[in-house]
C-alpha cells in the first residue's frame, strides 16, 4: 500500500515529505532530550564542578540518633549566625561528657520527624533560638516553629532546654524563645533547666557564658554523665594538605566556580555576584563628619526579584590589612592550600567552611577576624601562650567567674577587641592557624532595606549605609560591611541576594501612610514614594503619603534631599515633617514632629492610614510607639488599655510595621 503511494508521487511531493519527516524527527529528538534539560530552569548547559560537601544523609535525624546511639539533639534558629554557633559550642562541650550530639538545621530536615523523638532513649532536645525582627522567628526556623505551634507532635518523656537570642532594645524581647520554652512543655516535653534568655543590647556572651556554665553540671547530673579530662582539647576538625593544582574554593558558598558560572535562584548559600553601578557620598563634604553612602547594584540577567521594603544582603570581606596582621603574627604562609576535615565522620557538616581553600582566602572571606572575640576561642588559644601572665590573662577572660566575666565585658566587649588586637596584646601566643580557623565564626552577610522599588528598575537595586568608623584609644574600629562597601567603585563586584520582607506598601493604592524615618532608616520610603510616583504618572489615584523625617543638620546629613522635594512639587508625597535634631538649642526629633502635627496623625489613623518605621529600635523607634500611643489616648480618647489594645491591633493586621535594628 504504502508502495503503491509513494510510487504515485512526483519529486517536488517526495522532496517535500522528506523534509517534514526530517522535521518530525528533529522536533520529537528536542522534546525527548529537552525535557530533561529543562526539568530546572535554572540550569545553564554548562559543565560544573561537584561539590566538595558531603552527600546529605537520606536517613532522617531522628534515625541517625537511633543507629547511633545519640540522645542529644540540638536544634537552632539562627539569622546571623551566633545561634548556630552556640549550638556548635554546646555540641563540643557535651564531648566532654564521651557524647556525641546531632546538630540540625531545621531548614533542611524534614520537621514532622520531631514527633519520633520520643522513640530515642533519654532523648535530650535543646534549641538555641533567635528572635528576628519584631517578634518573628529566624528564616531557617520558621517551619519547625509553625510545626511546634501546631500542637500536633507528642513529646512525651523528652527533656528540653532552651537558649533564646534576643535584643531588649526590641518590643518582643526574646519572644520565639519563650514562646518554644512553654510549647515544648504543652507538647508533654519535660523541662530540665530554666530558659537561658540572651541580649545582644548588653552582653550576650556573658548570658550564654552563663547559662551554659550552670546548664552542663546540670545535664551531668540529669543522666548521670561522668566527665572525661581527655575530651577537654579534641579538636573538632583535621588538618588534610591539598595537592598543588586542584580546584580551590575563591570565596564562593556552595559550589566551586559559582560566580564564574552563576545558576539561580540567589540566597545565603548562593549568592549573585553583583556588580556596583553607582557609589555616591549623601552627605555634604565638607560639612558632615562622617560618610552615608547611596549604591546601587545591577542584577540584571539573574531572575533576582524584590519588592520595595525588602533587604539586600551583602557579603563583604575582611580589611586586607588585618588578614596580613594574622599572617604576620603567626608566621605562616598565607596561600598554601588545605581542607579542614570534621573528625566526627557521621557530622552533617563536614568543613566549617567552603574548602579546599587557601588560608588568605579562609581569613578574607569566611571567617570573622573583626568582631569581638568569644570567650572559647580565648580558653582555646590560650593553651600557646608560653608567657604565664599571657596566659593567666586568656584563662581569666574565658571563665565564667565574677571577675572573669567583669574582665571579659571590659576588655572584650568594651574596648570591642578583634582577635587581631587579643594576639597583638598577647605576642606570645601563637595557635596554629588551621586551629584559629576552626574556632573562628563564620563571617555573615550583613542586610541593608532596599531604597528602591522595581517599578523604576527591575534590575537595578539600591541600599544607603552609614560607614562605622570610630576609635577606641590608638586602635580604629571599622565596620566590616560598610567600609568594604565604601571601597566598591563602579564595575567592582559583591556577592548579594534579596531576604524578603514582611514590610509592605497597603495593597489599595489609595490607603493613606504614615512613614516615620530618620536617617538610612529613610531608606524603605524612597521605594514607597517611587512605587506610588509610578502609579500617580499612570493615572491612578494615590493616598496620601506622610514622610516623618530626621537627620541632624539640613545642610550636613538632609540625604536624598532632592529627590523628596520632587517627591513633594508632584504631590506624590503631601506631607513632609522635617526633624533636624542639631539645628537649635533643643534636639528635635521625628517623635516630636508625630506629636506636633497629632491631630493630622489621629485623623489618618481613624481614615484607616497605615504607620511604618524604619530606623534605630534602641531609642527611636520605642519613642514614636510611646507617642503614637499618647496620641490615641489624648486626641482619641482612649483609656491606656484600650490605647495599648489599638496599638497591638494595628500590629496585628499589619496597619504598624516596623523595620529598626539596634
Not at 118 to 142: F, M, Q, R, S, W
Not at 197 to 219: C, S, Y
Not at 489 to 508: C, G, I, N, Q, W
Request: net charge negative.
Amino acid at each position: 500500500m504504502l508502495a503503491t503511494i509513494w510510487s504515485g508521487l512526483d519529486t517536488s511531493d517526495i522532496v517535500v515529505l522528506t523534509l517534514l519527516l526530517m522535521g518530525a524527527v528533529a522536533f520529537l529528538i528536542s522534546k525527548i532530550f529537552g525535557a530533561s534539560n529543562q526539568s530546572n530552569r535554572y540550569t545553564p548547559k554548562v559543565a560544573t564542578v561537584a561539590p566538595t560537601l558531603k552527600p546529605t544523609h537520606n536517613q532522617s535525624f531522628i534515625d541517625r540518633m537511633l543507629n547511633e546511639n545519640r540522645q542529644v539533639l540540638i536544634m537552632y534558629g539562627s539569622q546571623t549566625g551566633t545561634a548556630e554557633e552556640m549550638s556548635g559550642r554546646l555540641a563540643k562541650d557535651l564531648s566532654r561528657y564521651s557524647k556525641k550530639a546531632v546538630v540540625v538545621d531545621p531548614e533542611d530536615i524534614e520537621v514532622d520527624d520531631l514527633a519520633r523523638l520520643k522513640d530515642v532513649p533519654d532523648a535530650l532536645l535543646v534549641l538555641c533560638l533567635a528572635t528576628y525582627g519584631e517578634g518573628d522567628p529566624t528564616d531557617n526556623a520558621i517551619t519547625l516553629i509553625d510545626y511546634l505551634k501546631g500542637g500536633d507532635a507528642d513529646l512525651t518523656g523528652v527533656r528540653f532546654a532552651v537558649f533564646g537570642l534576643g535584643n531588649k532594645t526590641y518590643e518582643h524581647f526574646n519572644a520565639v524563645g519563650k514562646q518554644m520554652d512553654a510549647q515544648l512543655e504543652k507538647l508533654g516535653a519535660k523541662r530540665i533547666f530554666p530558659l537561658g534568655l540572651g541580649d545582644d543590647d548588653a552582653n550576650l556572651e556573658e548570658d550564654f557564658m552563663r547559662w551554659r556554665e550552670a546548664f552542663l553540671p546540670k545535664l551531668a547530673e540529669e543522666f548521670s554523665w561522668e566527665l572525661n579530662t581527655e575530651a577537654e582539647t579534641m579538636r573538632q576538625y583535621r588538618l588534610e594538605p591539598v595537592e598543588p593544582g586542584k580546584a580551590l574554593f575563591k570565596g564562593e558558598f556552595g559550589r566551586l566556580g559559582a560566580f564564574e558560572r552563576p545558576r539561580p535562584p540567589y540566597d545565603v548559600k548562593n549568592p549573585y555576584l553583583a556588580k556596583v553601578t553607582v557609589n555616591r557620598e549623601l552627605h555634604t563634604v565638607g560639612k558632615s563628619d562622617r560618610s552615608c553612602r547611596h549604591i546601587e547594584f545591577s542584577v540584571e540577567g539573574s531572575r533576582i526579584r524584590y519588592d520595595a521594603g525588602d533587604h539586600l544582603a551583602v557579603f563583604p570581606t575582611n580589611d586586607a590589612d588585618l588578614v596580613n596582621a594574622v599572617v604576620n603574627i603567626l608566621e605562616f604562609d598565607p596561600d598554601v592550600p588545605f581542607r579542614l576535615i570534621n573528625t566526627d565522620e557521621d557530622a552533617s557538616k563536614r568543613h566549617p567552611f567552603p574548602c579546599p581553600t587557601t588560608y588568605r582566602t579562609a581569613l578574607t572571606h569566611y571567617v570573622d577576624i573583626c568582631a569581638p572575640v568569644k570567650s572559647h576561642v580565648l580558653k582555646a588559644i590560650s593553651d600557646y601562650s608560653t608567657d604565664e601572665n599571657e596566659k593567666q590573662h586568656l584563662t581569666l577572660l574565658s571563665t565564667a567567674t565574677e571577675d572573669g566575666l567583669k574582665e571579659y565585658a571590659k576588655y572584650i566587649v568594651k574596648e570591642r577587641r578583634s582577635i587581631v588586637d587579643v594576639l597583638r596584646d598577647h605576642p606570645t601566643c601563637k595557635p596554629p592557624i588551621e586551629y584559629l580557623l576552626e574556632l573562628l565564626p563564620r563571617l555573615q552577610a550583613r542586610y541593608y532595606s532596599i531604597a528602591s522599588s522595581p517599578r523604576v528598575n527591575e534590575e537595578n537595586i539600591a541600599i544607603c549605609a552609614i560607614v562605622t568608623k570610630y576609635s577606641i584609644g590608638d586602635r580604629q574600629i571599622k565596620g566590616v560591611c560598610t567600609n568594604y562597601l565604601l571601597a566598591r567603585d563602579v564595575e567592582a563586584t559583591a556577592p548579594v541576594f534579596v531576604r524578603k520582607s514582611t514590610m509592605r506598601l497597603p495593597h489599595r493604592l489609595t490607603t493613606a501612610v504614615i512613614m516615620i524615618g530618620p536617617g538610612t532608616g529613610f531608606a524603605p520610603f524612597r521605594g514607597f514614594l517611587q512605587d506610588r510616583q509610578y502609579h500617580k504618572k499612570g493615572g491612578k489615584d494615590v493616598g496620601e503619603m506622610h514622610l516623618y523625617y530626621g537627620c541632624r543638620h539640613p545642610e550636613h546629613d538632609y540625604i536624598y534631599e532632592e529627590e523628596i522635594k520632587e517627591y513633594q512639587a508632584e504631590g506624590v508625597l503631601t506631607h513632609l515633617e522635617c526633624a533636624f535634631s542639631r539645628v537649635q538649642t533643643d534636639k528635635v526629633y521625628v517623635q516630636n514632629k508625630l506629636w506636633d502635627t497629632r491631630e493630622r496623625v489621629w485623623a489618618a489613623i481613624q481614615d484607616g492610614a497605615h504607620v511604618y518605621v524604619c530606623g534605630d529600635a534602641r531609642n527611636m523607634a520605642r519613642d514614636v510607639m510611646n507617642t503614637l500611643q499618647r496620641i490615641f489616648r489624648e486626641v482619641g480618647g482612649k483609656s491606656e488599655p484600650d490605647a495599648q489594645t489599638f496599638f497591638k491591633e494595628m500590629e496585628k493586621s499589619k496597619r504598624y510595621q516596623a523595620d529598626v535594628w539596634s
